[in-house]
């Protein structure tokens, strides 16, 4: 290889990712997911060397040996819908408990207006249910349907009109993001402690929903809303049963309603939360980056670097204001190596990147609400009524496990899943310091929604820190905070996690708002 390249620009270098079947070790066939970092903290191995150092008359050292490695990889990123979904199942150590998604749909079959999606399963999938479909070649068969007729293991028929399609693409996928109930059969029962949704027909069981998950009560349609306003937006699940769901965090303070005339749309989405037990899933990437061609006259001999057994060790997450959303992330790993030219990036699907938009903190940030944790109020006041910025941050502390005869490390300990994160409110009550010195149970939550499609954030338990007021001449009073999350099981032993993360597929315009 003739190499006649002065420089290689950072502008053609490229990050993808893929998940490895265990650690160090790839899948038959890798799926090299592509990202777009906005910068590197950390790439490839650091090497560490011991020279000699004999007492001789000469006065000398002696060339030293190679003793350790320390591989890692880090990076940073506009923070979107798409971009973090799959890589932050190894931050929380965990798999996301999804509702019904199907990728394996033989065709799409239009006979006397019965429009119908084949599936081989149609676990999840019940009339009523709402399915966001994507990658199909025809426009119309993607997009938001409702299910009208379940066949068993066969297809799934709905509303809305679709267009014949014999093999859809590979990355054909429908996913169930909601529920239509039948005419006045969703009702809100606001007598007890706690407000609950109410059914005598569907069996809420089945909308696969857990305790702490985050749901949407509207459409865009007047007829899928409660007539009062309150009871329609965002909520949080408490508990469940066949024909009662409850909730303790809500927009706004729930009344009662009878439903009547309603057919209520409710949409969720894939949860992420930190698991315990046997649930917990450890997962391991891959990061390669390509680093262009060192012959122009080989031009698609890429050069490369990989990064081998990594583990998101820390994941941060910043939401500042009048900015847009961006996150960082690093991995330990047990080594780093490189790919020549000739040799060639390794073998691999490279699918092409899913566009999504950046999310800005000025209007695509609909809640951010901290408040005290509450067993009898969904809808308790705000401890401020404004934050001007969150940091979130995430920490796996791993440790690399080093041994005789192995250069850099045979496999990474995980430690303590530690979430902590800063903020800085307007000070307005000096309650909001009371509740600080208390040692209060305090709750933090964050809703972003863009393009039909959210975000949200959930710490159920977190205590705080700092709160000394900051003044400032001609400027609003602040108080800077300190925070620590932990384990919510003591507001329910169904809520055995720190944080959560949930992605909605498809919300309504009306959840824009």
């Known amino acids: 290889m003739t190499t006649n390249v002065n420089k290689i620009d950072s502008n053609i270098t490229g990050l993808r990712i893929a998940d490895e079947s265990s650690i160090g070790v790839l899948p038959g066939t890798p799926i090299w997911n592509q990202y777009e970092p906005n910068d590197y903290s950390e790439l490839g191995a650091k090497i560490s060397t011991l020279v000699r150092n004999p007492i001789t008359d000469g006065r000398q050292r002696k060339k030293g040996v190679v003793v350790d490695l320390e591989a890692g990889f880090g990076f940073s990123s506009d923070f979107t819908q798409t971009s973090h979904q799959n890589i932050l199942q190894g931050v929380f150590f ?31 999938f019940y009339v009523g249910s709402l399915v966001f479909g994507s990658g199909f070649t025809n426009a119309g068969n993607s997009g938001l349907h409702r299910v009208t007729t379940v066949t068993l293991n066969t297809s799934i028929a709905v509303a809305e009109a679709l267009t014949a399609e014999a093999s859809p693409p590979t990355d054909s996928k429908l996913v169930v993001v909601g529920f239509q109930f039948g005419s006045a059969d969703a009702t809100i029962d606001a007598s007890g402690t706690l407000p609950k949704l109410v059914t005598s027909t569907k ?56 439903g009547s005339g309603k057919t209520i749309r409710i949409w969720f989405g894939r949860k992420l939360q930190n698991e315990t037990g046997s649930n917990i899933v450890r997962k391991t990437y891959q990061p390669e980056v390509s680093l262009g061609a060192p012959d122009t006259g080989s031009p698609s001999q890429i050069q490369g670097m990989y990064v081998i057994g990594a583990i998101p060790n820390q994941f941060s997450l910043d939401i500042g204001t009048a900015t847009k959303i961006t996150s960082s992330m690093s991995f330990m790993a047990t080594d780093a190596v490189t790919v020549d030219g000739p040799t060639g990036l390794k073998s691999g699907t490279r699918p092409t990147l899913v566009s999504a938009d950046a999310y800005n903190t000025s209007s695509d940030v609909k809640r951010m609400k901290m408040s005290l944790v509450s067993s009898s109020d ?66 933090i939550d964050v809703v972003i929604v863009k393009n039909n499609a959210g975000v949200v954030i959930d710490l159920p338990l977190i205590s ?12 609003a009073v602040k108080l800077p905070l300190s925070m620590d999350a932990a384990t919510a099981a003591s507001i329910s032993t169904s809520m055995d996690y720190t944080a959560a993360i949930m992605f909605f597929d498809y919300l309504p315009d009306v959840a824009k708002v």
């Open 94 to 124: 965990a798999n996301y408990r999804t509702k019904a998604e199907r990728t394996d749909i033989p065709s799409v079959t239009v006979n006397a207006g019965d429009d119908t999606y084949e599936i081989v399963s149609t676990t999840g």
């Open 203 to 258: 069996d809420l069981t089945q909308l696969g929903l857990s305790v702490g998950e985050w749901v949407y009560f509207g459409g865009d349609a007047a007829g899928n809303n409660f007539a009062t306003a309150a009871n329609n937006g965002w909520k949080r699940v408490r508990s469940i049963a066949t024909n009662a769901i409850e909730f303790d965090k809500s927009a706004s303070a729930m009344v009662t309603d009878n």
């Open 378 to 443: 969904e809808a308790p006041s705000p401890m401020f009524a404004y934050l001007t910025d969150l940091k979130l941050e995430i920490n796996n502390n791993l440790k690399q496990s080093k041994a005789v005869g192995v250069l850099g490390s045979f496999d990474i300990s995980a430690g303590t899943f530690a979430v902590s994160g800063s903020m800085t409110a307007y000070f307005t009550d000096v309650s909001a310091i009371a509740a600080i010195r208390n040692n209060s149970d305090v709750t």
């Open 464 to 475: 705080l820190g700092g709160g000394n007021p900051d003044i400032k001449l001609d400027e």
